[in-house]
């Protein structure tokens, strides 16, 4: 079994591998906004990926806590046994796996085995928290260890992670402009509706202890912290407690020990496989049939939003979705349905002006069609060719053109290149000036209203007041930095990285990312040059295939090394950041979203700004013509560029999306049933039912929006050629 990590600081899927899983309800309990699923091994010593106090999804709303709220509808006291202690009173918080028959030598093992006994210890003593051990399990190998955080401790947590919590309700409903202009059309009876009840609104206020009997339902312990808000409290508890004595502990606060190794938190338990995973729990199973039944909150939401058989065309139930899976995930759809949803207009004005392409194309009676296509041209003399000796007659076949190469190569007529020029004015023509300029006011129009629907969204949701400064150190940051100094706001003594050493990072990172936009170039001239060559050798085996087996051949080698460069740089990126030691998770993941978006830019983009802007510009004339030694520059064929862009769009584009498809839907199906397939001996607990599930990217939601940019910039970029 893979180790892994349920992280919550970025998405509450658990061990589901990506965006299809999600929906599918595979994924990892109700987390709320902050919950996510790590592998272990990728990380080991150098720290964390992301923990929790976070933006809230991708740079749009903020978010300081879970604001999940309204607890009791939330699944907290699910009917299911496997989610509460043998005493079937305490709930499971988190769940903490091992191996204790792990292969490996004795010295290695004993001290996987020590460091466990040490961090258990600590969690109980230090930060009293109830545990219960399984050593039973249907692959025979693996142990559990089950966490239940008591109410005092939530109490105290709560209050220093500066949670937001329900004061009393908010009657006040929300409907999204375009919700509301279906109910007007509809009479109120809305057909695109969700099948779930609206959730209530709540006012929320930073929670004390000194006030806590002010907040909603502080009398019913069992309902005061939603799941979510459980789990994050959880993880953070994890994420401090020591496994071992610092041999460091007596270095002088001026030092600033960002080398040294510190043993603190369960990431680095994972890392070197003391544990083999860490995660929260589902409220239950999805797939019961009987709709009557007082399902869980994830088999409802599932019925009503993960089966898109019967639910694709309804509104998505993002409050709901708010309450599972936590705002970062909620915005993420509310996003994406946004997007998918305003993506109908310009799709039905493009499929008319592909129509209107194709008419002007084959239909006939345009000017470059007749100029190209019609073999009856001017003779020698300047005199139209007879109809009856113009197709026969060698002189009469249109205009004669220059050879494609400077050896080995015949001259060629004009009308050799009808077909490409007819495929070239289904794109190019009169009609898509005006799509190209309607899309220019699409995208600005998208914009602004996505601005409009996202403050709506936050303040529903309690997210328009965050603060970064209220935001607390991340637990690598505090691990491994010891000068200290009051924080501006709370007044709170904090650890402080000094300014040269924090910006003497970030120029060395800044260097490494330079150092691969100068690598993507560089492939990009490598790509151009087999262009050339290949071309060449084309133009004198078979010319009428050279340009179109060139583009073809060329886009996929294009496709093969983006995806390569773009691991690569992830991996050398995550490195980066977390080397840099942000001191809070939002510049954690700022910075890490600069160097990916800069870089993904460059990378994706490159080859298909050259095909658009440049290419043909420097080939020259006859006869003095620009070269790479022997070899012509590369140059557009006689239908122009147009069509090897869509060529080239086409291929990357599908290319990248089906690489993705394959690696977030196929993969990690195949993975669950070949775990499930071997863990049939008995029904399986909850714990290990999630155990067997697929982790999550490192960075969540991430690469879904990075995929989704990137889209929208082929979108509106270059929407005229594709």
Not at 345 to 363: Q, W
Not at 648 to 660: R, T
Request: aromatic letters at 12%.
């Amino acid at each position: 079994m893979q180790s892994t990590e349920r992280k919550p600081g970025e998405m509450a899927a658990g061990k589901e591998l990506g965006f299809e899983g999600l929906l599918a309800g595979e994924g990892a309990p109700s987390m709320g906004q902050q919950g996510t699923y790590y592998q272990s091994g990728q990380e080991h010593d150098e720290g964390e990926h992301g923990m929790q106090e976070s933006s809230a999804g991708g740079g749009m709303a903020r978010d300081r806590t879970q604001t999940t709220s309204g607890n009791a509808m939330h699944g907290v006291d699910s009917g299911d046994p496997g989610v509460f202690f043998n005493d079937g009173a305490r709930r499971i918080d988190y769940v903490l796996a091992f191996e204790p028959g792990l292969k490996d030598d004795a010295k290695w093992k004993q001290s996987r085995d020590e460091k466990r006994q040490i961090f258990e210890k600590a969690l109980k003593e230090d930060y009293k928290v109830d545990m219960e051990h399984e050593h039973e399990s249907n692959d025979g190998k693996t142990s559990f260890v089950k966490l239940h955080i008591p109410f005092t401790t939530l109490c105290k947590w709560a209050e220093d992670l500066l949670m937001r919590l329900p004061l009393s309700l908010d009657n006040v409903t929300s409907h999204t402009t375009l919700e509301r202009a279906l109910e007007c059309c509809c009479c109120g009876n809305n057909p695109f509706d969700s099948t779930m009840d609206e959730q209530p609104n709540e006012y929320t206020a930073l929670f004390t202890r000194i006030n806590a009997g002010k907040f909603l339902n502080y009398d019913k312990p069992n309902i005061f912290f939603s799941p979510a808000q459980r789990s994050r409290i959880a993880y953070e508890i994890l994420s401090k407690a020591r496994y071992g004595e610092d041999e460091h502990r007596g270095a002088s606060d001026e030092v600033e020990r960002a080398h040294e190794k510190t043993k603190i938190g369960v990431e680095r338990l994972l890392g070197n496989k003391s544990y083999v995973a860490a995660y929260p729990l589902h409220e239950g199973e999805y797939t019961e049939k009987d709709e009557t039944a007082d399902d869980n909150d994830r088999a409802k939401l599932y019925r009503a939003w993960g089966d898109w058989k019967s639910n694709w065309y309804r509104f998505q139930p993002l409050d709901h979705i708010r309450n599972y899976y936590g705002e970062k995930i909620a915005i993420y759809f509310a996003w994406l349905g946004y997007y998918t949803s305003v993506l109908i207009p310009p799709s039905i004005i493009g499929l008319i002006v592909f129509i209107i392409g194709c008419i002007i194309a084959y239909a006939g009676g345009n000017n470059v069609g007749t100029q190209v296509c019609d073999l009856k041209g001017l003779n020698r003399n300047n005199t139209r060719c007879a109809d009856s000796l113009g197709v026969n007659d060698l002189a009469c076949r249109n205009v004669l053109m220059c050879p494609l190469c400077d050896s080995g190569c015949a001259y060629w007529h004009l009308a050799d290149a009808c077909t490409y020029s007819k495929a070239t004015l289904i794109f190019d023509n009169p009609a898509t000036v005006f799509f190209a300029a309607f899309m220019a006011l699409w995208a600005t129009f998208f914009l602004e209203f996505w601005k409009r629907q996202q403050n709506e969204i936050a303040f529903d949701w309690d997210l328009t007041d965050f603060e970064e400064e209220e935001e607390r150190p991340r637990p690598r940051f505090e691990a491994k930095i010891r000068r200290l100094r009051p924080n501006p706001v709370t007044g709170i003594e904090e650890p402080y990285q000094s300014e040269p050493n924090y910006y003497g990072k970030i120029l060395s990172a800044m260097s490494v990312l330079a150092f691969f936009v100068i690598l993507v170039l560089v492939v990009l001239v490598a790509i151009i040059i087999y262009r050339i060559v290949v071309a060449d050798a084309f133009y004198k085996i078979q010319p009428s295939l050279a340009g179109i087996a060139t583009t073809i051949t060329a886009s996929l080698i294009q496709v093969i090394c983006i995806m390569v460069l773009s691991k690569v740089y992830e991996f050398l990126a995550v490195k980066l950041t977390n080397w840099e030691l942000h001191r809070t998770q939002t510049e954690h993941e700022d910075s890490f979203t600069f160097k990916m978006f800069l870089f993904q830019f460059c990378n994706f983009y490159g080859s298909i700004f050259y095909i658009a802007f440049f290419k043909g510009n420097f080939a020259g004339y006859p006869p003095t013509y620009m070269k790479i030694g022997s070899y012509r520059l590369d140059e557009c064929g006689a239908g122009g560029c147009l069509i090897e862009l869509t060529i080239q769009l086409a291929i990357i584009m599908v290319g990248k999306q089906a690489i993705n498809n394959f690696m977030e839907v196929v993969l990690p199906r195949i993975k669950v049933y070949l775990a499930k397939r071997d863990n049939k001996e008995r029904q399986p607990n909850r714990w290990e039912s999630d155990y067997d599930l697929n982790p999550l990217p490192d960075h969540g939601l991430f690469s879904e929006y990075l995929e989704m940019v990137l889209q929208y910039g082929f979108v509106t970029l270059f929407v005229t050629a594709f």
